[in-house]
Every structure is written in structure tokens, then in C-alpha cells.
């Protein structure tokens, strides 16, 4: 048997979510995560109990993708600098990276403000603070308290390298890949060897996270069941109207804000957005940004952005460019101010605003990220009460299922921005894809003749 390939490439395994032609529908991994969502939201909805029992099942798909995380963004962000050769390189693309981050970030903590002052969708509640269980938000607020500037920047070095990984701390384990991949810059030939090795590890893991992807129905299915069991439907009606305008929200900022990014650097957010279904879906039904995390690193390079900007601006993103997180606070904390019968000022909300800008990165990779954020920002301003949190609690998780899709499409555009400006977006590429063409970067099937 011999294996043949198109002159000029390498075999390699066929695009994710570009199914061979013919193939059934009910194979394509997105129907089944869709079906698998489905089913667990039946499940959790009629038999609670049994729900909750199935929640091992999206704990265990979300600790076989955090598994690999680590070597992952490692094994990307080390080559990818390792070949840029001028350091210079990584200063621009890193600056270009953090100042698109915080214009952006700024932006949505924005809109979040403008359409709770517009919507307003906890007034006329007239909750009397004193009247809440503070119990159950006490370790959140603990937790941002426990959160300070120095403390976050001296948690970014880890003690010891292997620690990084072990802890699967995404900033350290970043931190760490980018020395390691200046260091193999600058002794050039040296590393090659070295490049070798890192590169062949790199084709291994991302066929692992192809064979992982496997069992996303399963982990969807758990997550979502569990969800579904344990809030239950009827929690979210007592607050539809935080939930629905916090969604509202965040499709017009992904429609309007990212949608319009993306068209002036020549592409489509929705075009995008079906790109990334079968991720979005994952996240949808897990509620965990973090577990397409790799995928997202291997579509955003068949995309046609560079291995370097990739490796230097998805990890960085999941930090520091939160955008669905930054939607979530300003709006949440002037719902719980409403709810309270508060009025803030201009000032007040002003001020507002400018804690969550640092609070946001204060808290970043922080388990509980987005009701940490929103406890560290209202303990600065004491118009709102902390106890107001409470009120929101029963629906947070719902809640951080449109945070964690936001997130997601948004550094998904960014690195394509990021990519654009710094020259490193091959645009063929990039329209091939978006549009369900066979990608210029990737080669066509292997063919296979029997001898």
C-alpha cells in the first residue's frame, strides 16, 4: 500500500468541522453536541435528581481538555516565537495585542453601562439589602478581596516550572512559554533540534485534542443536565429580565461592536461564528471557555494568522480580554443598585467603570472569574451594596454560559485583528475557511492506493 499526497505538502488529517462530502448528518460533531444539549436540558428539566447525578460527565470532559491546555498553549506559543528570530517581533505583536484588549474590554464594559441605564431591568424591585443572605456570596467576596494588584502580578511567575503546568495556570504557563521561546530564538541553530522535537510534540497533541473532541456530546450532555437539574428553568423567570437583557446584550455587542471590527479588517462576524460552531456549541453546553481553548488555537492558525500572533494573543485573550465578563459586571452591579431602589450618579457610575477596568484584570484566571470581578468592583464603590449579589446568585450560572460564548468570539476577533495589523493574516486563507473551503495552509486527503 502506498500513500500519496499533493505535491509540495505533507499528509495531514482533514479541516475540523469540514466533514468529508456525503457524510451523514448525524455525524457531524456540531449535531451531536446540539442534540446532546438538547437531551440533558430534557433530562434536567423532568428528572432533576437524575440530572444532577450526570454533572461527572461534563467534569471529566472539562478535565480531559484542561489536561492538555498547558502543553498545548506551551507547545504554540514557544515554536511560534522560536521562528519569528527578531525579538522586536514579540514586543509589537504583544503591544498591538493589549492595546486592541483594553479599547475593546473599555467598549464593553460600556454598552453594559448604557443599556442597564436604558433598559433598566431591576427596577421596581424594591429589595431591602438587609433582608439577603450574604452567606452565600461571602466567599466570592472574600476571594476578591484576597485579589491585589501585586499579589496578581507576582502569581504570573510561577515558583517552579513544572508547577506552572501541574497547576495548569494558564498566565504561568504562558509566562514561562515565552521565555522559553525568546531563549530559543536567540541561540538560533543551536535549537533546532530542540524545534524538532517541540514541533513533532505539537502534531501529537493537536491529534489528541481531535480524539478528545470525541467525546464533547458526552461532556455536553453531563454539563447541561446538571445545570438544568440543579437551577432549574423556574430560577431564571424570577430574574428574566437581568437574563434576557444581559444576553440581549452581549448579541448586540457581538453583532454591533465585534461585528463591525471584524468588517472593517475584512471578514464577517457571522461567517465567523459558523466557522466556530462546533466550539460555540462546546461552550454552550459546558459553560467553560476553557475547554476550546486548543481548538480554537488550531482553527485560528488553518484561519491563516500566524502561528506567533496566535500563540501570543489567544492565551493572552483569555486573560485579559474578557469581553462578555466586562458586559456582566457593569450591568449586573446597576441591576442589583436598581433593585435596591439605589440612584446613582453619573460620577458614581463613572467611577464605577473605572474599577471594573481594573478589577477585571485583577481577577484573571481566577476560578468564578465573573462574580469575583463583580464583588472586587463593588466593595470599591460603596453606593452598592455587596449584598446585593445575592439576588443574582440563583442565575449566575445561566448567566455564565453568554459570558463564556462572548469571551470566546471575542478573542477569536481579536486574533484575527491582532494578526491583520501585524501583516501575519494570510486573507485567502482566512475567506477559504470562513467560507467552508479547503484551506491553501492545510493539504487535501491523503490518497490511498492498495497495491
Known amino acids: 500500500m502506498t500513500v500519496k499526497a499533493a505535491p509540495g505538502v505533507s499528509p495531514s488529517h482533514p479541516q475540523p468541522g469540514v466533514p468529508p462530502a456525503g457524510k451523514p448528518l448525524w455525524t457531524h460533531l456540531y449535531v451531536q453536541v446540539i442534540a446532546a444539549i438538547v437531551l440533558g436540558g430534557l433530562i434536567g428539566h423532568f428528572w432533576p435528581a437524575f440530572g444532577e447525578s450526570l454533572k461527572p460527565l461534563g467534569d471529566a470532559f472539562i478535565r480531559l481538555l484542561k489536561m492538555i491546555i498547558a502543553p498545548v498553549i506551551f507547545l504554540t506559543v514557544a515554536?511560534?516565537?522560536?521562528?519569528?528570530?527578531?525579538?522586536?517581533?514579540?514586543?509589537?505583536?504583544?503591544?498591538?495585542?493589549?492595546?486592541?484588549?483594553?479599547?475593546?474590554?473599555?467598549?464593553?464594559?460600556i454598552v453594559g453601562l448604557v443599556v442597564a441605564n436604558v433598559v433598566q431591568p431591576g427596577d421596581g424591585m424594591n429589595v431591602d439589602p438587609a433582608s439577603l443572605d450574604t452567606g452565600a456570596v461571602a466567599q466570592y467576596s472574600q476571594a476578591a478581596h484576597d485579589q491585589t494588584i501585586t499579589g496578581f502580578l507576582l502569581h504570573i511567575i510561577p515558583e517552579t516550572v513544572t508547577g506552572a503546568f501541574a497547576e495548569g495556570e494558564i498566565l504561568q504557563v504562558l509566562f514561562f512559554s515565552i521565555l522559553f521561546g525568546v531563549a530559543l530564538a536567540i541561540i538560533g541553530e543551536r535549537g533546532k533540534p530542540v524545534m524538532t522535537v517541540l514541533e513533532s510534540l505539537s502534531q501529537a497533541f493537536f491529534r489528541l485534542v481531535h480524539i478528545l473532541m470525541k467525546a464533547a456530546p458526552i461532556g455536553a450532555f453531563g454539563a447541561f443536565a446538571f445545570t438544568i437539574g440543579r437551577y432549574g428553568?423556574?430560577?431564571?423567570?424570577?430574574?428574566?429580565?437581568?437574563?434576557?437583557?444581559?444576553?440581549?446584550?452581549?448579541?448586540?455587542?457581538?453583532?454591533?461592536?465585534?461585528?463591525?471590527?471584524?468588517?472593517?479588517?475584512?471578514?464577517?462576524?457571522?461567517?465567523?461564528?459558523?466557522?466556530?460552531?462546533?466550539?460555540?456549541?462546546?461552550?454552550?453546553?459546558?459553560?467553560?471557555?476553557?475547554?476550546?481553548?486548543?481548538?480554537?488555537?488550531?482553527?485560528?492558525?488553518?484561519?491563516?494568522?500566524?502561528?506567533?500572533?496566535?500563540?501570543?494573543?489567544?492565551?493572552?485573550?483569555?486573560?485579559?480580554?474578557?469581553?462578555?465578563?466586562?458586559?456582566?459586571?457593569?450591568?449586573?452591579?446597576?441591576?442589583?443598585?436598581?433593585?435596591?431602589?439605589?440612584?446613582?450618579?453619573?460620577?458614581?457610575q463613572l467611577l464605577l467603570l473605572g474599577v471594573a477596568m481594573l478589577s477585571s484584570k485583577g481577577a484573571a484566571g481566577v476560578t468564578g472569574a465573573g462574580f469575583i470581578t463583580l464583588a472586587a468592583t463593588l466593595a470599591v464603590v460603596p453606593s452598592v451594596p455587596l449584598a446585593g449579589m445575592a439576588l443574582i446568585l440563583g442565575v449566575d450560572r445561566f448567566m455564565s454560559e453568554c459570558r463564556a460564548l462572548t469571551n470566546f468570539v471575542g478573542n477569536a476577533v481579536a486574533t484575527l485583528v491582532v494578526a491583520r495589523w501585524d501583516g501575519a493574516l494570510d486573507v485567502e486563507a482566512m475567506r477559504a475557511a470562513l467560507n467552508g473551503e479547503p484551506s491553501p495552509l492545510v493539504a487535501p486527503p491523503v490518497e490511498v492506493d492498495e497495491d
Not at 521562528?83 to 486592541?100: I, N, Q, S, T
Not at 468588517?263 to 466556530?276: E, Q, T, V
Not at 485573550?317 to 450618579?345: E, H, P
Open 79 to 109: 515554536t511560534g516565537i522560536a521562528h519569528l528570530r527578531d525579538l522586536k517581533d514579540v514586543g509589537r505583536v504583544a503591544g498591538k495585542a493589549f492595546a486592541y484588549f483594553l479599547t475593546v474590554s473599555t467598549l464593553a464594559l
Open 233 to 348: 428553568i423556574d430560577s431564571v423567570v424570577n430574574l428574566a429580565a437581568l437574563v434576557g437583557t444581559f444576553y440581549l446584550t452581549s448579541l448586540i455587542f457581538v453583532l454591533g461592536v465585534l461585528g463591525a471590527i471584524a468588517w472593517a479588517n475584512g471578514f464577517s462576524i457571522l461567517k465567523l461564528i459558523r466557522y466556530l460552531k462546533e466550539e460555540l456549541l462546546l461552550v454552550l453546553g459546558t459553560s467553560s471557555s476553557e475547554a476550546a481553548l486548543p481548538s480554537l488555537i488550531e482553527k485560528m492558525e488553518r484561519a491563516g494568522a500566524r502561528k506567533s500572533v496566535v500563540g501570543l494573543v489567544v492565551p493572552t485573550g483569555y486573560s485579559f480580554n474578557l469581553d462578555g465578563t466586562n458586559i456582566y459586571m457593569t450591568l449586573a452591579a446597576l441591576f442589583i443598585a436598581q433593585a435596591c431602589g439605589i440612584d446613582l450618579t453619573l460620577g458614581e
